[in-house]
């Protein structure tokens, strides 16, 4: 399902955008487009491990095909742009709150460190440092 973008958007660009998904789901369509086909490929890898309820990966692929629609339309068409950009506009605020949810569901189910959610596109959580200078996440056992 991975599709062609339009020109002024190179693959080395929207693959450097999408990895900074888990800080900030940006609104540029072409970006948004790879984020959900990335989504949807994670979710088709880990689908007897994972079935999110809400969204769905259907949802998330009828977004992705909906948001390239829109995007080719208002490409092609000069004349009508204005509806087509508030289309575009529409279905880009759909794919931004599908991508959040979702990325909160994945979170929810796998946790912030699972090495996994990489797959999808989002940040595992690093270990901190404790504040007595010590690298251990972990304070020492006792006893």
Not at 22 to 28: G, M, Q, R, S, Y
Not at 90 to 104: C, H, Y
Not at 121 to 137: I, Q, V
Request: net charge positive; with cysteine.
């Amino acid at each position: 399902m991975f599709l062609s973008f339009p020109a002024g958007f190179g693959w080395k660009q929207i693959r450097k955008e999408v990895i900074t998904m888990a800080k900030i789901i940006k609104p540029n369509p072409a970006l948004l487009i790879a984020q959900l086909q990335m989504m949807s490929a994670a979710l088709t890898k880990y689908a007897e491990q994972y079935v999110p309820v809400s969204p769905s990966k259907a949802d998330i692929e009828a977004c992705a095909a909906e948001l390239m629609n829109a995007l080719q339309v208002q490409v092609q068409t000069a004349g009508v742009a204005e509806k087509a950009t508030k289309d575009l506009y529409a279905t880009r605020d759909k794919a931004i709150d599908l991508l959040r949810r979702m990325r909160d569901a994945v979170y929810a189910h796998f946790g912030k460190s699972d090495p996994r959610i990489v797959e999808f596109g989002l940040d595992t959580l690093k270990n901190r440092r404790n504040r007595n200078g010590n690298d251990s996440a972990t304070p020492p056992a006792e006893g």
